[in-house]
C-alpha cells in the first residue's frame, strides 16, 4: 500500500513510545484512543498497554482484527497492573481505578528512553510525531511536559480549592504526559520530606503517605507537589495539546487552540458517554465508526462537520473551527502524502 512505501522511505524510523493503562470498562476508550494514533501518525509506534488479565484477551483479538496496512505501523505488549512500592490495593484505588500506574512508568519500562503516556479519554487530531518533537525542545534540566489544569487562575481548580503545593498559578492536568524516562530514572528531586533529594522511585510511597488525606485527584496531584518542589523539571506545552471540556464549556479561554485548532482532545468528565459536551462526543464517535480502509474525507470529516450541526446549542458547539481546524490539515496531509507516494511509484516504472 502507499502508506506503507510512504512509511519505509522517512528517514530516522525510531519508535515512538506510547503508554496507557486501562481497568475496568476503558477498553473501548482504549482502543478508540489507539486508532486515532495509528490513523494519523507517521513513524512506528510502540504501545504499551497496561491493563486487567479480564481485559488482555479482548485487547490482542480486537488489535488483530485491525487491517494489515495498519498493524504494520505498530508494535505493542500488554502488561499486568503492578507496583514496585507501597500498598498495591492502595495506588490501585487512587483515583481513578489503576491511573497510580503511570507513576511507576519509569520502574517498569527500564529499556524505554522516552515515553508518551496519555489517559484513555485521549483523542489524537494530528500526527504523534508532531507532540513527540516537544522532547527536543526540552532544556538540560526538563524531564517532563504536561499542559496546564486551567488558562484562567480564578475559576482554575488547584488555584481555589486545592490543600497541597501545585505547579505554577493554576497546577498541571497529567492526562497528557510526555517523559523522558532516562533522566527521571537518574534525576534525585527535591521534596519536602527530607533535605537530601530523592530518586523517583523511592520518592514516591513517602510522598502519598504525606499527602494523601489532602490530594483529591489522585497520582495528578503527585505530579503537581513533584513540580512544584521541582520547577525546573517541567516542560509546559499549550492548552491545545490536552484540550478538555474546561476550555469551552464556560467560553472559550484556549487561545492556541483559536489559533491553531485542537492537537490533541482529552474527553475527561465522562463526556464521549453522555450528552453533556456533544461536540466532544461526536469526534469520538466518529473515529470510532471510521472504516480504516475508508476515504478519511467522505467517511470522517463530512460526518463530523455534519453532526457539528447539533451541537451548535452548546458553547463548546459554537466554535466548530476549533474542533475541525487541525484534523483537517492533519488529513489533507495525509492524503497528499498518499499522492505523492503514489506519483513517485508510478514514476519509477
Not at 78 to 97: C, D, H, M, R, T
Not at 101 to 111: H, Y
Not at 270 to 278: I, L
Amino acid at each position: 500500500m502507499a502508506w506503507e512505501k510512504h512509511l519505509k522511505e522517512l528517514p530516522s524510523l525510531q519508535w515512538m513510545h506510547l503508554a496507557v493503562v486501562a481497568c475496568g470498562n476503558r477498553l473501548e476508550e482504549t482502543l478508540i484512543m489507539l486508532k486515532s494514533a495509528v490513523l494519523f501518525s507517521y513513524r512506528k509506534l510502540k504501545f504499551h498497554i497496561f491493563a486487567e488479565d479480564s481485559l488482555k484477551p479482548e485487547f490482542e483479538k480486537k488489535l488483530r482484527e485491525w487491517p494489515s496496512s495498519y498493524t504494520k505501523k505498530f508494535d505493542y505488549n500488554l502488561y499486568p497492573i503492578a507496583f514496585s512500592v507501597g500498598n498495591a490495593q492502595e495506588w490501585k484505588k487512587l483515583f481513578k481505578p489503576c491511573a497510580a500506574q503511570r507513576l511507576f512508568l519509569p520502574v517498569i519500562l527500564k529499556d524505554v528512553d522516552s515515553l508518551l503516556y496519555v489517559d484513555t479519554d485521549v483523542l489524537f487530531l494530528r500526527p504523534i510525531d508532531d507532540i513527540w518533537r516537544f522532547l527536543k525542545e526540552f532544556n538540560s534540566t526538563q524531564l517532563a511536559a504536561m499542559a496546564p489544569e486551567h488558562e484562567i487562575p480564578k475559576i482554575g481548580w488547584y488555584s481555589r480549592f486545592a490543600r497541597h503545593p501545585y505547579y505554577g498559578t493554576t497546577g498541571v492536568n497529567s492526562g497528557v504526559m510526555l517523559m523522558n524516562l532516562t533522566r527521571i530514572r537518574n534525576t534525585q528531586f527535591k521534596n519536602s520530606m527530607i533535605p537530601a533529594g530523592l530518586m523517583w522511585e523511592e520518592m514516591l510511597y513517602p510522598l502519598y503517605q504525606k499527602y494523601k488525606n489532602y490530594i483529591t485527584w489522585g497520582d495528578q496531584d503527585l505530579l503537581n507537589i513533584i513540580f512544584y518542589f521541582n520547577p525546573e523539571c517541567l516542560y509546559v506545552f499549550p492548552c491545545q495539546w490536552n484540550y478538555r471540556p474546561d476550555h469551552c464549556m464556560y467560553g472559550s479561554n484556549c487561545k492556541g487552540a483559536e489559533e491553531e485548532g485542537i492537537s490533541v482532545l482529552h474527553g475527561n468528565r465522562g463526556v464521549y458517554h453522555d450528552d453533556k459536551q456533544p461536540t466532544f462526543k461526536a469526534l469520538y464517535e466518529v473515529i470510532r465508526d471510521f472504516p480504516f480502509e475508508d476515504n478519511l474525507f467522505q467517511s470522517l470529516y463530512y460526518p463530523l462537520q455534519s453532526k457539528f450541526l447539533d451541537t451548535v446549542h452548546t458553547l463548546c458547539g459554537r466554535i466548530p473551527q476549533v474542533f475541525l481546524k487541525q484534523i483537517e490539515k492533519t488529513m489533507k496531509k495525509v492524503y497528499e502524502n498518499r499522492v505523492i507516494v503514489h506519483m513517485g511509484a508510478n514514476y519509477r516504472y
